[in-house]
Nanobody, 121 residues
Framework: QVQLAESGGGLVTAGGSLRLSCAGSGRAFRDYAMGWFRQAPGKEREFVAACNWSGGNTGYAESAKGRFTISRDNAKNTGYLQINSLKPEDTAVYYC??????????????WGQGTQVTVSS
């Protein structure tokens, strides 16, 4: 199995950018597809973006298209979420998740602890 640890969150002003990282350890990171989710205060956790094991195929929530970019570097066992033009409504805890590449349509089995992103207006 893989263990995930997010980092890179923080407090930023609207219009700024952040790059979140998701470090994988344990089993080879390339054996997993990955995704990013977020949960704002008082709201359900929502999907943000996903990519397959190589990063060659990506998908985004409608709210993430144009400002969010998911990527990964399997040599570094790390995934990324670049967020540009941050808005106050992007404030949330961001989680990365992983699932075996053999089951691309299955649920995400592994989750990180989350990293807080707070955007001030």
């Amino acid at each position: 199995q893989v263990q995930l640890a997010e980092s890179g969150g923080g407090l930023v002003t609207a219009g700024g950018s952040l790059r979140l990282s998701c470090a994988g350890s344990g089993r080879a990171f390339r054996d997993y597809a990955m995704g990013w989710f977020r949960q704002a205060p008082g709201k359900e956790r929502e999907f943000v973006a996903a990519c397959n094991w190589s990063g060659g195929n990506t998908g985004y929530a409608e709210s993430a298209k144009g400002r969010f970019t998911i990527s990964r570097d399997n040599a570094k066992n790390t995934g990324y979420l670049q967020i540009n033009s941050l808005k106050p409504e992007d404030t949330a805890v961001y989680y990365c998740a992983a699932k075996p590449r053999a089951f691309p349509r299955g649920p995400y089995d592994y989750w990180g602890q989350g990293t807080q992103v707070t955007v001030s207006s």
